[in-house]
């Protein structure tokens, strides 16, 4: 049982990591959620199909809503705040601002006078390229840069947060890259694994980036890769186990793994030898792109969250077995 009670908003809910975190709300008898978010025209209603909730508002009516009666959705325990606009390669900074930090302003202050338990999506993309660390335990923030129209929307929300004194009492997340179920409708967002897949499918090969650092061979540029239901275990530890941990947190394995290795995992679980090529990168990645990326977790660890990371390729099995080849969602 979870020790989570009463009603539970998620924002995003609709996403990839927002529905993961509801199914995981299900699986643990919980349904009094209110769900948010922009279904707009993609496939994301999908998601919502399989899961169990009280209710669902389009993301600018509650906003507006909440504005207006801070009470017309009734009290709250627990808000995860996952939604936002993901895209790396958004150009729109108005669209960011207003969504990934207006937005957060507003939930952050508003659930802090509801006395609710607030959890919201940081990023990694705010570490920019690494230079100044991965730490999640400094607080000198000012000194990071992120790459990054959506990493720096996000940073701007830990900056404001940090400066108004509320990370004491609220819990950011930063989620290294997250992969697994529910992320069909990201388009470009979505994972190396779900992406290869298809094209496994078409061309029975896959296709990689060629490094343009000399200090990385192609495909041996590396990552945190993160399997969605790990993601969604750590996110909801703060509200069931770690109520009073406050600030922000390194979400990953703390595994850094190359690109083909996640690949040849992705040919294992199809039963295929890999077959891979290079290709060059696009110009609007160039400059912009993470060569190596590792969650330090060292302070989730120290919050008392003690389970074990699903291996790389135990979790590129169970997505690509369970969920890609017989087309399921979470909670099917």
Request: with cysteine.
């Amino acid at each position: 049982m979870s020790n989570l009670h009463g009603r539970i908003l998620v924002t995003g809910g609709a996403g990839f990591i927002g529905s993961a975190l509801v199914a995981a709300l299900n699986q643990r008898g919980l349904t009094q959620i209110v769900i948010t978010d922009f279904l707009g025209s993609d496939e994301k209603w999908r998601n919502l199909v399989p899961l169990k909730f009280a209710d669902y508002v389009e993301a600018g009516d509650f906003r507006s809503r909440i504005a207006q009666n801070p009470a017309a959705f009734g009290h709250f325990t627990a808000v995860f705040h996952l939604g936002a606009c993901s895209a790396t390669t958004e150009k729109n900074a108005s669209y960011l601002i207003d969504n990934n930090f207006n937005v957060t302003k507003e939930l952050a202050a508003w659930a802090l006078t509801q006395k609710a338990r607030f959890i919201y999506a940081s990023s990694a993309a705010t570490y920019g390229d690494g230079a100044q660390g991965m730490d999640d335990r400094s607080t000198d923030l000012a000194l990071l840069r992120p790459l990054n129209m959506y990493g720096y929307s996000k940073h701007l929300f830990d900056l404001h947060a940090q400066q108004m004194g509320w990370l004491d009492r609220i819990v950011g997340v930063k989620y290294f890259n997250v992969f697994g179920p529910n992320e069909d409708h990201k388009g470009d967002m979505r994972s190396l694994v779900n992406k290869a897949y298809r094209q496994i499918l078409t061309t029975g090969q896959v296709a990689l980036f060629k490094s343009r650092h000399p200090d990385y061979k192609d495909g041996e540029q590396k990552r945190d890769f993160l399997y969605v239901k790990d993601a969604v275990e750590m996110t909801l530890h703060f509200a069931e186990k770690a109520p009073n941990a406050g600030g922000l947190y390194n979400l990953g394995s703390g595994e850094a793994n190359t690109w083909l290795t996640l690949t040849r995992a992705i040919f294992s679980a199809l039963g295929r030898e890999p077959k891979i090529e290079f290709i060059d990168m696009p110009e609007v990645l160039r400059g912009k792109y993470q060569y190596f990326t590792q969650a330090d977790i060292t302070k989730l660890r120290s919050t008392g969250y003690d389970r074990a990371m699903t291996p790389l390729t135990d979790a590129v099995k169970d997505y690509v077995q369970g969920y890609l080849i017989p087309a399921k969602k979470l909670g099917d």
